[in-house]
């Protein structure tokens, strides 16, 4: 398993209360499903500091201080190394993966998605907090085939060309989101891919507003100005009107607050 740097007390206290988190502290599948819900119900999934002109950091101390201190949200290399330093201080055995996003191209990308994979009494679980709309609420137990129910929505990993995929269902069919090995990564791995995702112009991050939260029943998207809304069943969508409606939005949806005035860089698509 690769090692990752651990928080400090006063920090894991701090990052539990942001994720408004008062249980246990054992390394057992209970707390790492409860810790795994309560991440990605709290903490959104985003790509603002991008559109800020402001660069991505994903040394411990930056990332505490943003996404806990700061309350705000990141995308899959901020959250999951993040939540990789709490798990590991305490006692939980993690690897950190890699994986090629699938959802949404037909294109074959970089591993540019970081996982974890939890071992626990012999049993391996994905641990993703970092995938935003089409992400997993709780741990998935690593057994091919197998179909776990999340709520509204079921997920599964299946063996392809001797590496894995994880899909979802949608209308009935398996969507694949990304495609993982199980070979562990080193912070320099996804200090590469950080820096294509988050400056190469070709990168949808560049590109694209995106601030995403996930609840038990509702999953919420805002893409640019177009608002999403998934219950699992239902879908709607609305356009938000100009830049300061966009900034009430990303505050009473997504729980992230900006000075009035503020200016995202984005393509209008």
């Avoid at 500091?49 to 402001?54: C, H, V």
């Avoid at 939540?83 to 970089?110: C, D, E």
Wanted: hydrophobic share 40%; glycine share 6%; aromatic share 10%.
């Amino acid at each position: 398993m690769t090692a990752a740097p651990t928080l400090a007390r006063t920090d894991l206290n701090n990052y539990l209360r942001r994720i408004g988190y008062a249980g246990g502290l054992t390394p057992t599948y209970d707390v790492l499903a409860a810790l795994h819900q309560a991440h990605a119900t709290h903490i959104p999934f985003e790509n603002l500091d991008i559109l800020l002109g402001r660069p991505i950091r994903l040394d411990l101390a930056s990332l505490h201080a943003k996404l806990v201190v700061g309350r705000r949200g990141g995308y899959c290399f901020e959250q999951n190394l993040l939540f990789a330093a709490i798990l590991q201080s305490i006692g939980f055995s993690v690897a950190r993966l890699a994986a090629r996003v699938r959802y949404r191209t037909h294109r074959v990308l970089p591993r540019t998605h970081m996982l974890l994979l939890v071992s626990i009494d012999a049993e391996d679980w994905i641990a993703d907090v970092g995938f935003g709309l089409a992400g997993l609420l709780a741990p998935l137990l690593f057994t091919p085939g197998e179909e776990a129910h999340q709520s509204a929505w079921t997920y599964r990993v299946v063996q392809e060309r001797g590496d894995w995929v994880l899909q979802w269902q949608q209308d009935g069919s398996w969507v694949d989101l990304y495609e993982f090995s199980l070979v562990p990564q080193q912070m320099a791995d996804y200090e590469m891919a950080n820096y294509y995702t988050s400056t190469h112009p070709d990168s949808r991050f560049v590109q694209t507003l995106t601030a995403q939260r996930i609840a038990p029943d509702m999953r919420y998207l805002l893409r640019n100005r177009e608002l999403t809304a998934d219950d699992g069943t239902t879908t709607t969508k609305r356009l938000v009107a100009d830049d300061e409606e966009l900034l009430k939005v990303l505050a009473e949806v997504f729980d992230l607050r900006f000075p009035a005035g503020t200016r995202f860089r984005y393509e209008e698509r």
